[in-house]
């Protein structure tokens, strides 16, 4: 039996230490799997970091890495999940060439139809803001690409999970141990 390939997004809870990212992403590296999205942040717990990591691999790898992952001493919790059971987003700035604002009305039908925003506009260029599905910034990036983009960066997924992760409870319990 063939196990397909699915999106997974990863959730790391962890304690904040030099060194673990590095763990983790060795973690990955060892079985040839690629981090195709990373974001690092404070999570809802007070001195408790979010790792958000998404892959694209079978669910008995994910559950693999999900093991190994919760075998770093620092890590208290680490979920994964299927697309379909969070909610996610990303953001994108494209740097465009400031003529083009002007003179090219197919621009202002992009940004209008991408409900995306204008963050800043100088002589030279102005910057746009998108936020949404990673297809959903792939399709504003292929629209404005006949244009030329200056310069163009995506964050990493953000996510949370539609059912309750318990996390709170797990490090009350983690605390009193």
Do not use: C
Request: proline share 1%; glycine share 4%.
């Amino acid at each position: 039996m063939k196990m397909e390939n699915n999106w997974y997004t990863i959730s790391v809870y962890s304690e904040n230490n030099v060194g673990l990212l590095n763990r983790i992403s060795g973690i990955f590296l060892k079985r040839h799997i690629n981090i195709e999205g990373l974001n690092v942040s404070k999570s809802e717990i007070d001195g408790v970091s979010k790792f958000t990591i998404v892959i694209h691999t079978t669910e008995q790898w994910v559950q693999n890495i999900v093991g190994q992952i919760e075998k770093q001493i620092e890590v208290i919790k680490a979920f994964y999940h299927p697309d379909d059971e969070i909610i996610y987003q990303e953001s994108a700035l494209f740097k465009i060439s400031s003529d083009l604002l002007f003179d090219e009305r197919q621009i202002q039908n992009i940004i209008k139809d991408n409900n995306s925003q204008i963050v800043t506009v100088a002589r030279d260029f102005f910057v746009l803001s998108k936020s949404g599905k990673r297809d959903e910034i792939d399709k504003m990036h292929s629209e404005l690409e006949p244009y030329g983009i200056m310069q163009f960066v995506r964050s990493g997924r953000i996510a949370v999970s539609k059912a309750e992760m318990r996390i709170s409870s797990l490090l009350e319990e983690f605390q009193h141990n």
